[in-house]
């Protein structure tokens, strides 16, 4: 079975930072671009981040430049977002999901809370 | 950025009746345009891949046309499973954008 496993979330503190990851199985890991999708709670979708499949490109949403890394482990089958100098407004259930035009799998998401 | 504008925001339908949500792109975004469909509590699901290719596995009920600019996603005769949020997205230029998603709630 295609699908893709996020974990790491939790809460922590403003300013704070958190690496999630993401564990892909049933398809070649290596050959696929991946992608960070969040949700704040009750509302909708935001893009944040894309990496291709040999990292040769990334790209970031505004919202995080600067702040979030994504990285990937193609070894380990695995991607990764290194999140730093965390905001309120970062609170949200983060998706892993692949692909270089529609999204496909997603995986269960994992949330983030950033309070004091 | 290219903006993506969903309408409406909320149906209340019943079953059987024929759904037509649209999304219109602030910029033309050729017909690199998907769908998804997210229920509650779980992660979203593709339905319809460039505008019009129906997802392997997705039921037949669910259809899109469109290029450019507009946009539709028909769902024929909606069954209460169907109950949930749908999402446009486009993938034409970065950043990637979502519309504001619609809810679809059964009578």
């Known amino acids: 079975e295609v699908q893709v496993v996020e974990s790491g979330g939790g809460l922590v503190q403003p300013g704070g930072s958190l690496r999630l990851s993401c564990a892909a199985s049933?398809?070649?890991?290596?050959?696929?671009?991946m992608n960070w999708v969040r949700q704040a709670p009750g509302k909708g979708l935001e893009w944040i981040s894309y990496i291709t499949s040999s990292s040769t490109a990334i790209y970031y949403a505004d919202s995080v430049k600067g702040r979030f890394t994504v990285s990937r482990d193609n070894a380990k089958n695995s991607l990764y977002l290194q999140m730093n100098s965390l905001r309120d407004d970062d609170t949200a259930v983060y998706y892993c999901?692949?692909?270089?035009?529609?999204?496909?799998?997603w995986g269960q998401g994992t949330l983030v809370t950033v309070s004091s | 950025e290219i903006v993506l504008t969903q309408s409406p925001d909320f149906l209340s339908v019943t079953p059987k009746e024929k759904v037509t949500i649209t999304c219109r792109a602030s910029?033309?975004?050729?017909?690199?345009l998907h769908w998804y469909q997210q229920k509650a509590g779980q992660s979203p699901k593709l339905l319809i891949k460039y505008a019009s290719q129906s997802f392997s596995g997705v039921p037949s009920r669910f259809s899109g046309s469109g290029s450019g600019t507009d946009f539709t996603l028909t769902i024929n005769s909606l069954e209460a499973e169907d109950a949930a949020t749908f999402y446009c997205?486009?993938?034409?230029?970065?950043?990637?954008?979502f519309g504001q998603g619609t809810k679809v709630e059964i009578k």
């Open positions: 910029q033309s975004v050729g017909t690199s």
């Open positions: 997205h486009q993938s034409s230029s970065l950043p990637w954008t």
């Open positions: 049933g398809f070649t890991f290596s050959s696929y671009t």
């Open positions: 999901a692949r692909g270089s035009n529609w999204l496909d799998p």
